[in-house]
């Protein structure tokens, strides 16, 4: 079994920063190609942030989140992590790390090719 541990969530005013932090075993983290964000607002379809692969470079950002978070990945520690700077009031949502992914999750963001979820973490951004 999988296990993904999100951690870093909390409360920030606009403007403000977070970061996220998603830990897995050396065997998932090796065996896996493609780690990432994916958040889901009350009402809304949980989406993509950002994807990184493994073994490399940062791979997809949602538009919205461009220039603001950045996604990066510690083979030595087995954890991928979620840098979110001038947070908005509409970024407020639950978190998930995700892995096991298809293609299109890792190059598109689209949450349906994901396998595996953590628990997900909570981040809220008041005005």
């Known amino acids: 079994e999988v296990q993904l541990v999100e951690s870093g969530g909390g409360s920030v005013q606009a403007g403000g920063s977070l970061r996220l932090s998603c830990a897995t075993s050396?065997?998932?983290?090796?065996?896996?190609?493609?780690m990432g964000w994916f958040r889901q607002a009350p009402g809304k379809e949980r989406g993509g942030v950002a994807t990184v692969y493994t073994r490399g470079e940062s791979v997809y950002y949602a538009d919205s989140v461009k220039g603001r978070f950045t996604i990066s990945q510690d083979s030595a520690k087995s954890t991928v992590y979620l840098q979110m700077n001038s947070l908005k009031p509409e970024d407020t949502a639950m978190y998930y790390c995700?892995?096991?992914?298809?293609?299109?999750?890792?190059?598109?963001?689209?949450?349906?090719?994901?396998?595996?979820w953590g628990q997900g973490t909570q981040v809220t951004v008041s005005p």
């Open positions: 050396a065997y998932t983290f090796s065996r896996t190609n493609c």
């Open positions: 995700a892995a096991d992914m298809g293609y299109e999750a890792c190059w598109y963001g689209r949450s349906h090719s994901v396998g595996s």
